[in-house]
């Protein structure tokens, strides 16, 4: 279990996590002052967590933005990338299957 400061990118990143099935689930948390975002890890049958790496790509000093036909490939299909895009934030996979790009914020494996 992790809970983090809520945003609306924040939001959407572990709404495409459960999605691509990397988090158990996710819920929200609000305070009288503040608000935050609980997300309930996943794991395998031995224990280890699903997710082993995450790569921050875009940054603020430096945007890195792809085309529709230059959408990244995360450890040869076996992660995803989380882009930015016209249609709001989504993976790699069905940024690919709609034929957009958009900044890719980061690499999860």
């Known amino acids: 279990m992790l809970d983090i400061p ?3 990118l924040k ?4 709404f495409v996590l459960k999605q691509e099935n990397y988090i158990e689930d996710f819920m929200f948390i609000q305070d009288k002052v503040k608000s935050s975002i609980r997300i ?3 794991y395998d049958h031995s224990g280890k ?3 082993t790496g995450i790569e921050r790509v875009s940054k603020p000093g430096r945007r890195v933005y792809v085309g529709g036909d230059q959408i990244p490939r995360v450890l040869d299909g076996l992660g995803i990338a989380i882009l930015s895009t016209s249609k ?5 996979k069905a940024a ?3 034929h ?3 900044e890719v914020l980061c690499n999860i494996w």
Do not use: E, T
């Open 100 to 102: 957009i790009g958009g």
């Open 6 to 8: 809520s945003s609306n």
């Open 40 to 42: 309930f890890l996943k």
């Open 88 to 92: 709001g934030v989504i993976s790699n």
């Open 49 to 51: 967590a699903v997710i």
């Open 11 to 14: 939001k959407r990143i572990a």
């Open 96 to 98: 690919k299957r709609m």
